[in-house]
């Protein structure tokens, strides 16, 4: 991967994108921290409070991807990221839950939108055979700027007042900002035309476009698999260091950002895309059939196993992704990227969102057994992906407009709709 891409609108995203990430890693290490213990929040209802978000976030993603459409991605991102900044400083003053949730709501409607704006962005200033490339490019840059995020948060983590812990918070409001000024050297991306008649949502119409959203958020519970229930299986299931939890993180990390745009290859044509979410629930099913081996072994053949399931975890969770943008992309209308953006990330939200409970239950309550159904379930749903996909073009290719009277362009895979193969690679 180039450590720069070419001058443009990727360079402009890329470099707001790693300034926001960092902000990103500040608070994800640091929030449950500050709301415990600065706060003063139970655990219990900081849980609930972040549950809520989440629910806020998901169900205002596609409204908000429309509103990017018709008002204009490029403001639309650079407003929501300004007032997320504006609103980050309001939680300087939070006291108590409702005090939180009167913020955090209205945070979570922001990022919905600038998140569909950014996708939005993608979609109407660069070229459709650079669109994965670049979505992968900003996914290795989001990493980078994660993992800096939250080395930084370890020094306020280590400190452990109020103080410090506001000016974690201070500093990822300055990232917001600094984010926005950075995107306002991008060109204005046109507007989408308001359609004559019928819905607006016409996302929230494409049932073969949603389908594919579900079954991608049903693979997005990988996530989950790899930040909550492997952590709480090496320490309560095998014999490894409590040390191997940071190894498989630090494996996953630094593959992400080396290999992403590698794994992407490929996957800007619809074809290629849904042949890569099948990969990735072979590739996920492989590691589900490793990870439960170390409940049994021993020692240094423990940690080998460990590493060599966590590589092939990320493989999957690489193509996963790949794939995903590269359908999401392929399937949207050329004046409604905000809003298909804003219902692609609903089905992955969801994932993230059933996840924790879903694959600790398996994991975790039935043990290699629920392993092997976490992975037959990624395989069957990958698997389901390509004729899915298929049906989508086909759906396209034979109706002139969508539900809303906007203008459905042919499918950019460049391939007729038999051509993609349900057949296993």
């Given at each position: 991967m180039?450590?720069?891409?070419?001058?443009?609108?990727?360079?402009?995203l890329a470099?707001?994108?790693?300034?926001?990430?960092?902000?990103n890693?500040?608070?994800?290490?640091?929030?449950a921290?500050?709301?415990?213990?600065?706060?003063g929040?139970p655990?219990?209802?900081?849980?609930?409070?972040?549950?809520?978000?989440?629910?806020?976030?998901?169900?205002?993603?596609?409204?908000?991807?429309?509103?990017?459409?018709?008002?204009?991605?490029?403001?639309?991102?650079?407003?929501?990221?300004?007032?997320?900044?504006?609103c980050?400083?309001?939680?300087t003053?939070?006291?108590s839950?409702?005090?939180?949730?009167?913020?955090?709501?209205?945070?979570?409607?922001?990022?919905?939108?600038?998140?569909?704006?950014?996708g939005?962005i993608?979609?109407?200033?660069?070229?459709?055979?650079?669109?994965?490339?670049?979505?992968?490019?900003?996914?290795?840059v989001?990493?980078?700027?994660?993992?800096?995020?939250?080395?930084?948060?370890?020094?306020?983590?280590?400190?452990?007042?109020?103080?410090?812990?506001?000016?974690?918070?201070?500093a990822?409001a300055?990232t917001?900002?600094?984010?926005?000024?950075?995107?306002?050297?991008?060109?204005p991306?046109?507007?989408?035309?308001?359609?004559?008649s019928g819905?607006r949502?016409?996302?929230?119409?494409?049932r073969?476009?949603l389908?594919f959203?579900?079954?991608?958020?049903?693979?997005?519970t990988?996530?989950?698999?790899?930040?909550?229930?492997?952590?709480?299986?090496?320490?309560?299931?095998?014999?490894?260091p409590?040390?191997?939890?940071?190894?498989?993180?630090?494996v996953?990390?630094v593959?992400?950002?080396?290999?992403?745009v590698?794994a992407?290859?490929?996957?800007?044509t619809?074809?290629?895309?849904?042949?890569?979410?099948r990969?990735?629930?072979?590739?996920?099913?492989?590691?589900?059939?490793?990870?439960?081996?170390?409940a049994?072994?021993?020692?240094?053949?423990?940690?080998?196993?460990?590493?060599v399931?966590?590589?092939?975890?990320?493989?999957?969770?690489l193509?996963?992704?790949?794939?995903?943008?590269?359908?999401?992309?392929?399937?949207?209308?050329?004046?409604?990227?905000?809003?298909?953006?804003?219902t692609?990330?609903?089905?992955?939200?969801?994932?993230?969102?059933?996840?924790?409970?879903?694959?600790?239950?398996?994991?975790?309550?039935?043990?290699?057994?629920?392993?092997?159904?976490?992975g037959?379930?990624?395989?069957?749903?990958?698997c389901?992906v390509?004729?899915?996909?298929?049906r989508?073009?086909?759906?396209?290719t034979?109706?002139p407009?969508?539900?809303?009277?906007?203008?459905?362009?042919?499918?950019?895979?460049?391939?007729?709709?038999?051509?993609i193969?349900?057949?296993?690679?």
């Amino acid at each position: 991967m180039p450590l720069l891409p070419e001058p443009g609108p990727i360079r402009t995203l890329a470099t707001a994108t790693l300034i926001n990430t960092i902000g990103n890693g500040l608070w994800m290490v640091s929030s449950a921290l500050f709301l415990t213990r600065s706060v003063g929040l139970p655990v219990g209802q900081v849980g609930l409070a972040l549950t809520l978000v989440g629910l806020v976030s998901l169900v205002t993603s596609t409204p908000a991807g429309y509103l990017a459409d018709r008002l204009g991605p490029r403001s639309v991102a650079i407003g929501g990221l300004a007032a997320l900044g504006l609103c980050e400083f309001g939680l300087t003053g939070v006291r108590s839950i409702t005090g939180f949730l009167l913020v955090a709501g209205p945070m979570a409607i922001l990022d919905a939108a600038q998140r569909a704006a950014r996708g939005a962005i993608i979609g109407g200033c660069v070229p459709p055979d650079r669109r994965v490339y670049t979505r992968a490019y900003l996914r290795s840059v989001t990493n980078v700027g994660i993992t800096v995020g939250a080395a930084v948060a370890g020094i306020g983590l280590t400190v452990d007042t109020r103080s410090a812990y506001l000016s974690l918070i201070v500093a990822d409001a300055a990232t917001f900002l600094l984010a926005a000024a950075i995107l306002s050297r991008l060109a204005p991306v046109a507007r989408a035309p308001r359609a004559e008649s019928g819905p607006r949502l016409i996302a929230l119409r494409d049932r073969p476009f949603l389908a594919f959203v579900m079954l991608d958020g049903l693979l997005a519970t990988n996530f989950g698999l790899f930040e909550v229930a492997l952590p709480l299986w090496i320490a309560e299931r095998t014999d490894a260091p409590r040390w191997m939890i940071s190894v498989v993180f630090a494996v996953n990390t630094v593959t992400v950002v080396l290999l992403q745009v590698r794994a992407a290859r490929g996957t800007d044509t619809i074809t290629g895309a849904a042949r890569a979410s099948r990969r990735a629930g072979f590739a996920l099913l492989t590691s589900c059939l490793i990870f439960p081996l170390t409940a049994g072994t021993h020692h240094l053949l423990t940690i080998t196993l460990l590493i060599v399931a966590a590589m092939v975890h990320v493989a999957g969770e690489l193509w996963y992704s790949a794939g995903g943008w590269g359908i999401s992309f392929g399937l949207a209308p050329d004046n409604a990227h905000g809003q298909y953006q804003g219902t692609y990330a609903m089905g992955h939200q969801f994932g993230q969102m059933i996840a924790p409970a879903v694959v600790t239950t398996l994991t975790l309550g039935w043990g290699t057994p629920g392993w092997w159904v976490l992975g037959a379930a990624f395989a069957a749903v990958g698997c389901l992906v390509p004729p899915v996909v298929r049906r989508a073009v086909a759906h396209r290719t034979s109706a002139p407009t969508t539900p809303g009277g906007v203008a459905a362009p042919p499918p950019r895979s460049h391939q007729s709709p038999e051509s993609i193969s349900t057949t296993p690679e």
